[in-house]
């Protein structure tokens, strides 16, 4: 389908990106130009450890650092779809204006995957799946452009992706990922974002998906390929009365969540033992400033 024409695509440290370059890389090599923009919103030091993992697998594939832009867009906006809606606007921007560089692109690659169509729906599709994910992939992009779309696993669900990736032979630290938001941790922290926000939440996550990936349940296995998705929300507009030390303390609260699936339509909160909990918890209240308060939240999908 795609000959010798040039494919461009953007990376977004996901799996479903991930295996669809790998895909594309063995199948054309050196015509499929990867960009991997970072939003400054990827969890902690995600952007450089991915983008390694990307050039160690022989990926055709630039970095772009664009945290102040993302930032300064955001400032002061509250409302959740205003921020995707940002978001979205200046990954395309950013993603277009390095595209442009690259001569004779004739397709643009995308990591869409089968839930993400049914949950892209037009907005004249009349149903509860009726955009819920509004700002996902490059809407709009490929018009202005003048690409056409390929998107290799646009059919599959998550674990088929991969099993995939799997027969690839990618590393487990992409395959076995959870799904992260397309907007990042801008959709985990209430009310506006700041830099001090954001370095609060990828902190605190940071100790909850290492203390999974650490955790080994009765039969072997790693907590966290239990766990479809886990993730922390920082509560920015509650603050919390705390004791601690000798000292009452007014500061944020954070809410982990972890859900378990099979294909990412439905998904249910998981039973996560109360020891490991409680071990987060105080690993976060003591580590991470600013905050003093952690809880689970116990919400389906």
């Not at 892209?120 to 509860?128: D, F, R």
């Not at 696993?153 to 959870?178: C, T």
């Not at 922390?232 to 303390?249: A, F, I, N, Q």
Request: proline share 3%; net charge neutral.
């Amino acid at each position: 389908k795609l000959g010798d024409d040039r494919v461009v695509l953007g990376l977004s440290g996901g799996v479903d990106s991930s295996v669809a370059a790998v895909l594309l890389h063995r199948a054309i090599g050196k015509n499929l130009y990867c960009i991997f923009v970072d939003s400054g919103l990827l969890r902690k030091n995600e952007f450089d450890s991915v983008l390694e993992s990307y050039k160690g697998m022989g990926l055709n594939v630039k970095g772009v650092k664009a945290h102040a832009r993302f930032l300064g867009d955001l400032a002061g906006v509250t409302d959740p779809e205003k921020k995707r809606k940002i978001i979205g606007r200046d990954f395309v921007e950013g993603f277009n204006a390095e595209a442009k560089q690259i001569e004779n692109v004739k397709w643009l690659a995308q990591g869409t995957i089968y839930p993400d169509v049914v949950e892209s729906a037009s907005a004249s599709v009349k149903g509860p799946a009726a955009m819920i994910k509004s700002h996902h992939n490059v809407g709009g992009l490929p018009e202005e452009m003048h690409l056409k779309i390929v998107e290799p696993l646009r059919l599959l669900f998550k674990d088929e992706v991969r099993r995939v990736g799997r027969q690839l032979e990618m590393p487990d630290r992409l395959i076995k990922r959870h799904p992260f938001p397309g907007p990042g941790l801008a959709v985990r922290i209430l009310g506006d974002i700041t830099r001090e926000k954001v370095q609060i939440l990828q902190d605190a996550d940071d100790i909850y998906i290492r203390h999974m990936q650490e955790y080994i349940c009765e039969d072997g296995e790693r907590l966290y390929d239990k766990i479809w998705q886990a993730g922390t929300v920082l509560l920015s507009t509650v603050r919390s009365v705390g004791v601690m030390g000798d000292e009452r303390t007014y500061e944020r609260a954070v809410a982990l969540r972890a859900v378990t699936s099979t294909d990412a339509m439905t998904a249910d909160w998981a039973h996560l033992p109360y020891e490991f909990l409680g071990k987060v918890s105080n690993d976060i209240i003591n580590k991470v400033k600013g905050v003093n308060r952690v809880t689970y939240d116990i919400s389906s999908k």
